[in-house]
């Protein structure tokens, strides 16, 4: 390999993106070179010109500077690597030289546990559902044309080369990439300077490297020792250039088929295969189909076949041990490591003989989710130990950061520098996750000599392998992961025949033994499914779920509040028909009498208590969610779902409450209308007259504060007081003229 083999289109000099000036000062670096071009535009009449030239290079200084206090970035990518099995243990010096030199990861998550579908996701920091490769298959879109054209311009490679930055990729892309009928090895994604990608899936020997787009045949170079190279020419290629740089090296190791560098073929051979609490168990009975598939448990005679792939995963990992080494040893060499970030993780992991199952990926269980990552570099502080959980999908939005870039907002996941280089971040985390994966039928890969049907319904079928199929069309799943300090549980639903829930308390059940599916109360099952159908449909911010809190709001309180007052509306209107005052709500007697509140108070904690067992049975009808989703899916942003939820629906509630009570719950003895004052003093005056024309006698004033009674409903020593001529003007009209009121009292009076 030669360096004009790579060079492509790297330009050497200096590149200062506009990006770099405004995306990271903001308004502040703005009214700065607001000021300076002000500046050069009065300095004619105050300065020579070389004092004009003098401000032009400081300004040129100020840039050049800028994009110089950049970071490099480092990214080495591993394939199938574990966590929970002990996949980082063979890796000493990675460890020693980048987690204890850095930050280690406990809480890292891949959102779909398969190759293509979980590195689109890691390229483009979004979902599944987003980026639209749902398995290893260009039909399945895994670097299919589509994928080229819609997602690739979306990769965090193409913001951060058009900030400046000098981008190198070499290794495993995607499953499918290099292929005839996606564009072949002459296809070089955008983003990249130097490209050395492998067509094709992981091996070891014998393979082809688009280099820079053109195709270059390997057989006897260990592919990942052939990588290290290629990235160590890159590295120094750098030394005299201003740029800064992003460097990916994605190793075959420890991918199938497990093939270890000659020197450490005999490494590791007293190691078995980790036996954990639900390795090759007998009871998969709580399991989906899948893995409730014969045999089960695996025969004894193929423990040692297992013993021989874990060894053997672990011996490719060694090469890439060294090659973490030799990479940290190199950025010494070159006087940059303080100032490089290096990232290293998995694109997912991996089980060997868990729940009976041989080898492979797939499932939503910790084996297959959980992944190792550690990052060291500027800010960070040594032996750091992160807890807070992180996702695949966090991934690209955490180097745009790195590189001084704000994450875009189609973006699903969120960057974690700040769990980094912020010692203020609150200890008190939560995170709401989606897990998902599209099951791949594929009849290829269905061994000829097992005894299963030839279609594609099926994958992953080898008879070494017992015949047990590791995939099929209908292993289809979702899953939501609700993790914090208190709580870690998983919910998934399966789309298959049987429609199957898996649910596991992993503070308690950390290997995933219980299936609490079938014994979660209805409120718990509402709330996860609820998370789950506005997750597997979420989309940049409205995936951005910290907590339960708006998932937890199924309507069920609105329902039961209304529910309540119209069985209170119902008793008023039965009280009045059949004249039983004590029961009817808000009139409690004149004067007050306690025995009456008593029963409306108790006939109301009644009423509570009955609706609520009727809104229980009630909200187990399947179509509310139907009804819940049809009217929040235009919703996406979860702020305004939440305000929806929280502020306008109660909002109107209780105006609609309000409302009820005061027009038709309580009673408003003699209370008239007042909607016409005209009208009102017509009738008063009418009144009155027909008083006094029945009433001809001496007890005439008893008779007339007898009609005021009937009329205003006052009491009789109101009416006494000297003050009622003012009074009965202020009840028969607020709006006319103080002088026309005493009038007509007076003509009334008469």
Known sequence: MNNSELQGNDESGLHCGKDDLTDNFGWFLQVLLACLAFTCLIVPYYVSFV?????????????????????????????????????????????????????????????TPVCCPSRSSILTGVYLHNHGTVNNSVSGGCSSKSWQATQEPRSFSVPIHSAGYTTFYAGKYLNQYGKPLVGGAAHVPPGWDWW?????????????????????????????????????EFLRSQRNTSTNFFMLLATPACHAPFTPEPKYKDYFSDVQVMKTPNFNISNTTSKHWLLRMSPTPLPGNMLPTLDDVYRNRWKTLLTVDDMVETVISELNNLGILNDTYIVFTSDHGYHVGQFSLPWDKRQPYESDIRVPLLIRGPNISTNKLVTQPVLSIDLAPTLLEMAGLDPPDYMDGVSYLSFLTDERVKVDWERVFLVEY??????????TACPLPRDDTLAQCVLDEMCKCQDSKNNTYTCVRHLSQDED???CQFYDDENFQEAYNLHTDP??????????????VSWYTYTLSRLKSCSGTSCHVRNMTLHNSRGGASRFQETIWFSVLFINYLARIKRWEAINFGEYGKPPNVNAWLAQCCLYIAFMVIVKIFITLLIQLDFWDSVRDFILSPITNPRVELAIVMLIIPFIVNILMFWVTDNFLMR?????????DNGLLHKVKYRYRKIRKDKRDDSESEGLLSGDEELLGIQRSWVQSPALPVFFCEAVSLERDHTDLMRENEELLE
Do not use: W
């Open 489 to 491: 549980f998983i919910f």
């Open 438 to 447: 599209h099951g791949e039928g594929e009849t290829n890969t269905v061994d």
């Open 51 to 111: 004092s004009q030239k003098g401000l032009l290079t400081v300004f040129s200084l100020f840039c050049l500077s800028y994009c110089q206090n950049r970071s490099n970035i480092v990214v080495i990518l591993t394939d199938d690597q574990d966590l929970t099995l002990g996949g980082l243990t063979p890796m000493i010096k990675t460890q020693s030289l980048i987690g204890s030199m850095g930050a280690t990861f406990t809480n890292a998550f891949v959102t």
């Open 196 to 232: 050395v990608g492998l067509e094709g899936n992981s091996v070891y020997y014998n393979y082809t490297l688009s280099v820079n787009g053109t195709p270059k045949e390997f057989t006897n170079q260990y592919l990942t020792n052939v990588i290290l190279d290629y990235g160590l």
């Open 511 to 524: 290997y995933q033994l219980d299936n609490l599916a079938q014994t979660l109360d209805t409120d718990n």
């Open 668 to 676: 408003h003895s003699g209370r008239k209308s007042h909607s016409s």
